[in-house]
Nanobody, 122 residues
């Protein structure tokens, strides 16, 4: 069983920045961030492979968000810059204990965090 502890959400004005962090309680390989806006389905945001050497992003966040992995601290970060009101939602960290490569499919992740709220005001 792997528990994911998320931090870093909050309220920010459009154009601002936030940094989300996710720390698994045990070993995890591929990790990702998903978000869910009110009334919408959960969608992929960014993913990183087991050693942090490969990443993938949703088209809507490319050039603005950066996912990174601190292997020494076993922590994944999501740096979000140039935030827009449409980025508002609950952000979830996800971890796979079987998949080592980058994956955008939520079914590939076995463990999920409790979610952290990100609100971007216009």
């Amino acid at each position: 069983q792997v528990q994911l502890v998320e931090s870093g959400g909050g309220l920010v004005q459009a154009g601002g920045s936030l940094r989300l962090s996710c720390a698994p309680s045990g070993r995890a390989f591929a990790m990702g961030w998903f978000r869910q806006a009110p009334g919408k389905e959960r969608e992929f945001v960014a993913a990183i492979n087991w050693n942090g050497g490969s990443t993938k992003y949703a088209d809507s966040v490319k050039g603005r968000f950066t996912i990174s992995k601190d292997n020494a601290k076993n922590t994944v970060h999501l740096q979000m810059n140039s935030l827009k009101p449409e980025d508002t939602g609950v952000f979830y960290c996800a971890a796979s204990v079987t998949m080592m490569g980058v994956t955008t499919e939520n079914r590939a992740y076995q463990y999920w965090g409790q979610g952290t709220q990100v609100t971007v005001s216009s």
